[in-house]
């Protein structure tokens, strides 16, 4: 079947404006989560829904990352007031439900973002 | 705060030779460790889990909660399994939610 998928692929925006990054779980799958991977690093957690409510967005960085996904299934990433910082791959996985079970999370291929 | 350590950024081996992906990690509860493995121009997928004990394209890893470790090994490095290797901890938070902390990832060269 499909895996997650993402787009755009590649984003490049100019520092000061806003963006929207999309993501597309695999279907059925209730748990959904973002994660930005700079250069050089591994993944860090963003923000994570069980159904259509964001349970935890303990990883966003400021209220400038914001993140919906209002009919439980696809979720998109927004950014307001782009900085430089923000160049990163964000990345965006689903799971069956995060519960007892440490179901695997599958990961989509990315968005790069390039803040000019 | 929880943190994972990979402390090799490339680690390069000879085709046959054995191979060894060290990661460490720092938690007070009980972990659960990953490791995913991102080939060239390929999303990142899981390689392995701890709860499992399986062996995945002949990786194995073990987890030792005395030297907080979870090293990854292959006994023969083969051509194809060259690619970037995270390892990750997963933790539940208060909020529900099941989180991986990820190391920053070692890039394994296994030259022909």
């Known amino acids: 079947g499909a895996g997650v998928s993402q787009t755009p692929s590649n984003k490049v925006t100019e520092k000061g404006k806003y963006v929207e990054l999309r993501c597309d779980p695999i279907?059925?799958?209730?748990?959904l989560y973002w994660y930005r991977q700079s250069l050089g690093q591994g993944p860090e957690f963003l923000i994570y829904?069980?159904?259509?409510?964001?349970?935890?967005d303990s990883g966003l960085p400021n209220d400038r990352f914001f993140a919906v996904r209002p009919e439980g299934s696809v979720s998109t990433l927004k950014i307001q007031r782009t900085e430089r910082g923000d160049s990163a791959v964000y990345l965006c996985?689903?799971?069956?439900?995060?519960?007892?079970?440490?179901?695997?999370?599958?990961f989509g291929p990315g968005t790069r973002l390039t803040v000019l | 705060a929880q943190r994972v350590t990979q402390p090799e950024k490339l680690l390069s081996v000879f085709k046959g030779a054995p191979v060894e992906l060290k990661c460490n990690y720092s938690?007070?509860?009980?972990?659960?460790l990953f490791w995913y493995v991102q080939y060239s121009r390929q999303r990142l997928q899981l390689l392995l889990r701890?709860?499992s004990r399986e062996s995945i394209k002949g990786f194995t890893a073990d987890l030792n909660k005395g030297e907080t470790s979870f090293h990854l090994k292959k006994p023969f490095a083969q051509e194809e399994d060259s690619a970037m290797y995270y390892c990750?901890?997963?933790?539940?938070?208060?909020?529900?939610?099941?989180?991986?902390?990820f190391g920053k990832g070692t890039k394994l060269s296994v030259i022909p």
């Open positions: 996985a689903s799971s069956p439900r995060a519960g007892d079970v440490p179901f695997p999370q599958y």
């Open positions: 279907s059925g799958h209730t748990a």
């Open positions: 829904f069980q159904g259509t409510g964001a349970a935890d």
């Open positions: 938690y007070s509860g009980s972990p659960e």
């Open positions: 701890h709860i």
């Open positions: 990750a901890l997963g933790v539940y938070s208060g909020a529900g939610s099941y989180q991986l902390t």
